[in-house]
């Protein structure tokens, strides 16, 4: 299909995209931000403008010349895990739809999403498609109109495909049913993505053909956004959780240390707070129940992005918190690339893999055993110690170690790498 070279233009295909909040947006948004400068005007693809808990407007305000096309309905499931506090039945439900809604529960958006997509191409001025995931129907999504317009498609994997790489299928059908989808999209698409160096492996295993037409582009941070953070200041020492917190990345082993923590000094407990900020399910209030620490930790429910960076700014201690489980060991969070442009000390309680790796390479602070609450205890006593007020302003020195190797992790750069992947197939 030809189309107008006047504006290379690229439609991004993703249902996560403000106002929506969470871990899943910001790569996106920030492609968004830096495609125009660098050659390329987005157009993005993704669900209902709909009213949710935890949605955030100033997000959609950050790219208010973006081109959107919303399609589709939202879902129960969708909206849901939205809340702060994640109802139980969102879990039972979320497993129950495993066994009709293939490849996620987001598998009813590919008509309409694919018809406005169409509709979109028709205008005849888009010159590649980029798609997004989770949620896998994204490239699925991207398949149809690939296959429908011969336009050139790169599809960037945030994580690997979900249905197989974090989840079991419940019947060896279903295993099947997603390992051809899978197999589909990566032999359709033009250029593949990973964000991490062990999806990139996972997906080179599935289809050895990507070899070829395959790299990988990290999540990184927006400098541009801490040079106008004004850190939050705190009145006790003051350990901060931004993100959500379930089943598979759970409050229970930092609750263990600190509890140890504060065994050896009492007095402390008036002196240090641990925020929690984001969704969570009802097992991480059991946890900080049952360890007494309703007093010290706090559920501060879903912020603004703006307000978390702010609050993340003035944190003594930044808590990362990751699953033990082996299927997740390559998964590198996003959250901690946005600590790292904090430049506040950070808590990583982690295995050893790539996140781990990620906290020593730039000295951003302790990398604590889950399994080993008096190494957390220590590390606690550690950054206490060595408390130090944040500065005026969360823009990092320009002359701080690391500096350029922490400068490629920038949504700038990153976003310049993607460029010239479209600039390749374009």
């Known amino acids: 299909m030809a189309y107008n070279a006047a504006v290379k233009r690229v439609l991004i295909v993703a249902a996560f995209f403000p106002p929506i909040a969470g871990g899943g947006v910001y790569r996106t948004l920030g492609f968004a931000r830096h495609l125009p400068a660098l050659g390329f005007e987005p157009v993005v693809l993704t669900g209902p403008l709909v009213a949710t808990e935890g949605e955030d407007p100033g997000l959609l305000a950050s790219v208010s010349r973006v081109e959107v096309v919303r399609a589709g309905r939202n879902s129960a499931i969708s909206a849901a895990r939205s809340r702060a506090s994640r109802p139980p039945w969102i879990t039972a439900l979320a497993r129950a739809a495993s066994w009709v809604a293939i490849p996620d529960s987001y598998a009813r958006w590919r008509g309409a999403a694919v018809r406005a997509g169409l509709a979109r191409i028709a205008r005849k001025d888009i010159a590649a498609i980029y798609s997004t995931s989770p949620p896998d129907t994204d490239h699925l999504v991207a398949l149809d109109l690939h296959r429908a317009s011969g336009i050139p498609w790169v599809a960037d994997f945030r994580d690997p495909w979900i249905g197989l790489g974090y989840r079991t299928p419940p019947t060896r059908w279903h295993r099947a049913k997603h390992l051809r ?241 479209l600039s390749e197939i374009t």
């Open 181 to 421: 989808l899978l197999r589909d999209v990566l032999r359709g698409a033009t250029r593949v993505i990973a964000a991490t160096d062990g999806t990139g492996r996972w997906l080179a295993e599935v289809e050895p053909s990507i070899a070829s037409r395959s790299s990988v582009i990290p999540n990184g941070f927006e400098d541009e956004e801490w040079r106008d953070v004004t850190p939050r200041r705190f009145d006790r020492f003051t350990m901060l959780h931004a993100g959500r917190l379930s089943d598979d990345r759970t409050l229970e082993p930092f609750a263990r240390g600190l509890e140890a923590f504060l065994a050896r000094d009492p007095a402390r407990r008036g002196a240090v707070q641990c925020l929690l900020l984001g969704p969570h399910d009802a097992a991480q209030t059991r946890a900080v129940g049952r360890a007494g620490l309703a007093g010290v930790m706090r559920f501060e429910g879903s912020r603004s992005h703006a307000e978390t960076l702010a609050m993340e700014a003035g944190a003594d201690l930044l808590l990362l918190v990751k699953s033990r489980s082996e299927r997740y060991r390559d998964l590198v969070p996003g959250k901690l690339y946005e600590y790292l442009g904090a430049g506040r000390p950070v808590l990583a309680i982690a295995p050893d893999g790539p996140a781990a790796d990620l906290v020593r390479r730039f000295g951003m602070g302790w990398v604590a055993d889950p399994d080993a609450p008096e190494q957390i205890a220590d590390a606690i006593t550690e950054a206490l110690a060595r408390r130090a007020p944040p500065a005026a302003s969360a823009a990092p020195a320009a002359a701080a170690p690391g500096s350029a190797d922490r400068e490629s992790y920038t949504r700038r750069r990153l976003t310049e790498r993607l460029a010239r992947t």
